[in-house]
């Protein structure tokens, strides 16, 4: 259509979102679906932070517009943030406020990509990462990493890819969509790489920080290599680990002049992120955290269900990640099979769409994360609907032909 910009047709619509409407349309239709599209926890907000919003709306703090880029109380709980559990040192004015994680990528996206520009992406990737590049003008550069390898990039793999236009490095650990985390060795052969090309930035997406099992320690780039620390952004938020995705606040730290350009892109856009939610994330943030192992746990629990369901399937194979709430499994094994409706499957597309059709579970194809056949599960489900959900997974799988 003439009337909609051109910069539209360089972007497609998220896969993981569409996936979860129609399965909600299917259950708006009466079907048994079991939906493991979603990416959010199953958990509620922890009382102590909807009693801190409920205080901010009682006591007027909500009611009025905040600083464009956020509260104070909200960047110092930040700045204690990165201090305790990262070892970063920042400053307020180092500290970015946006609605949720997402706004926050976006604008240091905006904020620095010139026409040409490039932004290195190990594959399987977040399926917002290439679009956000895309829409704000730069060029995505996918690198493949294998399942063999945990999903992990491997620093020759980064060396080739840099090149002079090369102007940020995404990193995501633990993953979505595979729940693949760096440990501290491999994270440091990455910033050893990047250490020697210092036009490069790095844009570390630590959404998932908490969401770590079997004693897993996490490590951000900034961290571990002190030389990187003036080119780094680190992203982070309460979506996650606080079960806030609906309250939209995410947070960064990182150069002060990057920090500027965000907030006056803020500025002339969304302006302040909700004044409420900013309230519930300073108690969040300061409030007991010790509802974050006990979710873990359940996490965990849920983890290995699927991975020793899943790979009891045929055809599917479905490696163990280290973090997040996702499973990344391949399905090689059932393309070029025929479903119960007699189609071929031929993509992971097809596998997905049959899927749905045969046995009433929604998951996501693996394609448009960057790499496929493959599908995104999402365990942040009750276990009962997912212990049903990969048994009808094994019953379709069986009855290819
Ligand atoms: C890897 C990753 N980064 C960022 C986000 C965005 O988080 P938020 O809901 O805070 O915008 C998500 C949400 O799905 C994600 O999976």
Excluded at 331 to 348: E, N, S, V, W, Y
């Amino acid at each position: 259509m003439a009337f909609l910009a051109d910069s539209l047709k360089r972007i497609k619509p998220s896969a993981t979102i569409a996936v979860t409407d129609k399965a909600r349309a299917l259950k708006l239709a009466g079907r048994d679906v079991i939906g493991l599209g979603a990416g959010e926890p199953d958990f509620d907000t922890p009382d102590n932070i909807k009693e801190a919003a409920i205080k901010a709306i009682q006591s007027g703090k909500a009611a009025k517009y905040t600083n464009v880029d956020g509260i104070i109380e909200l960047k110092e709980a930040v700045v204690r943030k990165f201090k305790t559990e990262n070892g970063l040192d920042y400053t307020t004015k180092q500290i970015s406020i946006g609605t949720g994680g997402k706004q926050v990528l976006y604008n240091a996206l905006v904020a620095t990509l010139n026409p040409g520009d490039e932004v290195i992406i190990p594959a399987p990737y977040w399926v917002s990462y290439p679009e956000m590049v895309l829409l704000a003008g730069g060029e995505p550069i996918e690198v493949q990493t294998t399942m063999e390898s945990g999903f992990k990039l491997a620093p020759d793999v980064l060396e080739r890819a840099i090149t002079p236009k090369t102007k940020w490095v995404l990193l995501n650990s633990p993953s979505n969509p595979t729940g693949a985390a760096y440990t501290k060795r491999q994270l440091k052969a990455l910033t050893d790489v990047l250490v020697r090309h210092p036009h490069i930035h790095v844009l570390t997406d630590d959404m998932y920080e908490h969401l770590v099992y079997d004693d897993f320690e996490f490590f951000t780039p900034a961290q571990i290599e002190p030389r990187l620390y003036e080119r780094t952004l680190t992203v982070n938020g309460v979506s996650k680990a606080y079960c806030m995705t609906g309250w939209r606040i995410g947070f960064a730290g990182g150069p002060e002049p990057l920090v500027k350009a965000m907030a006056m892109i803020q500025s002339q856009s969304t302006s302040n992120p909700t004044a409420v939610s900013q309230w519930a994330s300073v108690e969040a943030l300061n409030g007991p955290k010790d509802f974050i192992p006990k979710h873990n746990r359940i996490f965990k629990e849920r983890r290995d269900l699927c991975v020793a369901m899943l790979n009891q399937a045929n055809g599917i194979v479905c490696p163990k990640p280290e973090g997040a709430f996702y499973v990344f499994p391949s399905c090689a094994g059932t393309i070029g099979k025929t479903a119960p409706t007699g189609k071929k499957l031929a993509t992971d597309e097809d596998f997905v769409t049959e899927l749905l059709e045969a046995e009433g579970v929604a998951v996501v194809q693996g394609t448009p994360f960057g790499q496929g056949p493959a599908f995104r599960i999402s365990y942040a489900t009750a276990t009962t609907a997912l212990e049903e959900a990969c048994a009808r997974i094994q019953r379709f799988c069986g009855n290819l032909r």
